[in-house]
């Protein structure tokens, strides 16, 4: 297995910062999911995501020069904000053939109204613009473009950042999706009880690469 890794360098992206002095001051969410008002809450977050899960294809374009690297068994797997990025690459990069989701979900604005770390209950009221383009992307609307890939899901039970409702809701998406594409075994969730947001990587590496393993390594990989 050849495993690979890529930065993004945003010390070339600074200049688009406003300057201390003029940066809104956040008054909701936390982290990441921080904005000056309720109705932007983690517009900045999913900025980001969109911009590396745009990465990752030319780093495939890339892996398809390099002799040693099979271009139809390329999987992506990503935990937390990495697992965000991995389920939106996978949407749009059918070369992906696995996927390894750990600490994240497809359910854009469950997550955003529930997470400790956005709305934390409070309701939902998103700018009407940022709404719609979080629509178009949100993978539970867009289940479809996820079957050419075997998808694995693992979230934690007692995950405060990523509540375990959301990864739930995306499951029955996702399930019902394979299932319409007549290729149910391609995705399988995995809800690890009693975990949290910062120990579930550690407790689910062995089910991990045995997806891997199961996708990668046998004769025939297509879709």
Known sequence: MVVVTYRLDWERLKGLRPP???APKNTVGA???A????KTVGQGYFDIIAADAGAVSAVIDYLGTVPDVDPARIAIGGTSTGGFIALEATA????IRAAVIIAACGDFHRFLHLSSLGMQGEPLDLDPTYDRRLREREPIRHAARLTHAALLLVSGT???AIPISCARNTARTFASAYRRAGVPERFRFVPVEGAGHNDIGE???GESLAWLRRWLQSP???P
């Open 35 to 38: 904005s000056p008002t309720p």
């Open 158 to 160: 007692e995950d405060l």
């Open 220 to 222: 025939s990989v297509g």
């Open 31 to 33: 982290w990441l999911l």
């Open 20 to 22: 201390p002095e003029l």
């Open 92 to 95: 749009a990069d059918a070369r």
């Open 203 to 205: 407790r689910t590496r």
